[in-house]
C-alpha cells in the first residue's frame, strides 16, 4: 500500500483491544495509523455486559469513533469473529466514511435476512460439545442484555487458541470478559441495506 491508512481494529467475543497487540505495531512500523477499540463490557471499557442493553450500545464506541471522523476522512475497518456484526452496523451508518472492510473469520450479515441470522446459523452449526467448558449465564433482571458467556480455558486452548502460542493463550485466559451476542435484540433489529452496508468493499 503506497498510501497510509487508518485502520480501526474490532474484536471479537469475550475479548478487546488487546487481542491485536501483535498486529499494531507492524501496521504502525508500516507507517499506517492504528485505533484499537473496546466494544461497551469488553477490555478495559468500565461497563459490565450484563449492563450493554442491545447491540447498537455494545458497538457505541466504533460509532462514536465513525462519528468523530474529519468529514474526508475515511477507515479500514477490522472485525474479528462476533466484531463482525460491529462492523456491519458501522458499514449500515456510516459508508461514506469506510474505505474498506475486512472480516477476518468474522460474522458477515447479508441483507435478505434479520441481523442475527448469520449468527443463529453459526451457533446450529456447534456441536453441543465445542461449547466444553464455557460458563452461560441468564440475566433475571429487566435491564440489560438477556444473556451471556464466557470461554472457559479448555475451551480457549483447544477451540479458540488452538493454533496460537502457549503464551498467547496465557494472556488470553487472564484477560478475556463475559460477553452477549444479543440475538434476541439482533433478532428485532432492521435488515442491513444494500445502499448502504452493501456499497462499502468488504474483504
Not at 67 to 86: D, Q, T
Request: proline share 5%; with cysteine.
Amino acid at each position: 500500500m503506497d498510501q497510509k491508512k487508518h485502520f480501526v481494529l474490532v474484536h471479537g467475543a469475550c475479548h478487546g483491544a488487546w487481542c491485536w497487540y501483535k498486529i499494531k505495531p507492524l501496521l504502525e512500523v508500516a507507517g499506517h495509523r492504528v485505533t484499537m477499540l473496546d466494544m461497551a463490557g469488553a477490555g478495559v471499557n468500565r461497563k459490565a455486559i450484563r449492563e450493554v442493553k442491545s447491540f447498537e450500545e455494545y458497538s457505541e464506541p466504533l460509532l462514536k469513533t465513525m462519528a468523530c471522523l474529519g468529514p474526508n476522512e475515511k477507515v479500514i475497518l477490522v472485525g474479528h469473529s462476533f466484531g463482525g456484526m460491529s462492523l456491519a452496523l458501522a458499514m449500515e451508518n456510516f459508508p461514506h466514511k469506510i474505505s474498506a472492510s475486512v472480516f477476518l473469520t468474522a460474522f458477515l450479515p447479508d441483507t435478505h435476512h434479520p441481523p442475527s441470522y448469520v449468527v443463529e446459523q453459526f451457533l446450529e452449526s456447534l456441536p453441543k460439545e465445542f461449547w466444553m467448558d464455557t460458563e452461560f449465564a441468564e440475566n433475571r433482571e429487566d435491564k440489560g442484555c438477556s444473556n451471556w458467556f464466557l470461554f472457559g480455558p479448555k475451551c480457549m486452548a483447544n477451540k479458540i487458541y488452538q493454533l496460537s502460542p502457549t503464551e498467547d493463550q496465557a494472556l488470553g485466559n487472564s484477560l478475556v470478559r463475559p460477553a452477549s451476542l444479543f440475538i434476541e435484540n439482533l433478532a428485532k433489529a432492521k435488515k442491513f441495506t444494500d445502499g448502504n452496508y452493501g456499497s462499502v468493499k468488504n474483504m
